[in-house]
């Protein structure tokens, strides 16, 4: 199992900032995912992060809004830009088991923007 | 239709009920399924895996039909603990793998 470290836990932001969410593996990892559930609703998708290339997004997600880091095999950083009332949610960060495809989560951080 | 299909719920049940979840999945070439639970504010957890022929785990016993590209999760005895949401998780293979998570079926277990 992995152990992930997400911070900041929940924030209350105004509209038209920006943040950035933190998330720390206790192993390395190949993959790290970015997963966003807004309220009643699946977790999506946000994009894939490897460690030295650019992240993969998901359709509907797009650098600019989502700019993503990797500098090295556990560490990620997501950056919600510019941030809109719609951005509320809760973001996670996640990695899998290799072997058994199985997703590790972070806490998560509840963002809400005003 | 949407990737991954669950019933929002709630089920209601008391303690000591079976109650059982169904979740629709709309890819067949969806090759790995899962079950996660979430508590109420907090992240999602893997419960289990779901196997061709079907698997349990204590209370809980999971099953798979292909042919009607549904999975199912009964839980036998419910406790007061086991209140939470149930994610459906559905690996799709569209080229690439993807893991696609229904709404999740929230389960309220009383007294």
């Known amino acids: 199992s992995a152990v992930i470290s997400q911070k900041p836990s929940r924030d209350i932001c105004q509209r038209g900032t920006s943040l950035t969410i933190q998330c720390q593996v206790d192993?390395?990892?190949?993959?790290m995912f970015w997963y966003r559930q807004q309220p009643g609703q699946s977790l999506t998708l946000i994009a894939t992060a490897n460690q030295g290339s650019e992240a993969t997004y998901e359709s509907g997600f797009v650098i600019d809004k989502f700019p993503i880091s990797r500098p090295n095999l556990t560490f990620s950083t997501l950056t919600v830009s510019n941030m809109s009332p719609e951005d509320s949610s809760i973001y996670l960060c996640?990695?899998?088991?290799?072997?058994?495809?199985?997703?590790?989560f972070g806490e998560g951080s509840r963002l809400t923007v005003l | 239709r949407k990737e991954v299909e669950q019933d929002p719920g709630p089920f209601n049940v008391p303690e000591g009920a079976t109650v059982a979840f169904n979740c629709t999945y709309s890819n067949s070439a969806s090759q790995s399924f899962f079950w996660y639970r979430q508590d109420c504010r907090k992240e999602p957890k893997l419960l289990m895996s779901?196997?061709?022929s079907g698997n349990e785990d204590g209370r809980f016993t999971a099953q798979l039909n292909r042919a009607s590209q549904y999975i199912s999760l009964l839980i036998r005895d419910s406790k007061l603990s086991d209140s939470a949401t149930y994610l459906c998780?559905?690996?799709?293979?569209?080229?690439?793998?993807?893991?696609?998570f229904g709404t999740g079926t929230r389960l309220l277990v009383s007294p």
């Open positions: 192993s390395q990892v190949t993959m």
């Open positions: 779901v196997y061709s």
């Open positions: 998780v559905v690996m799709m293979n569209t080229g690439f793998q993807k893991l696609v």
């Open positions: 996640s990695v899998d088991d290799d072997n058994t495809g199985e997703l590790f």
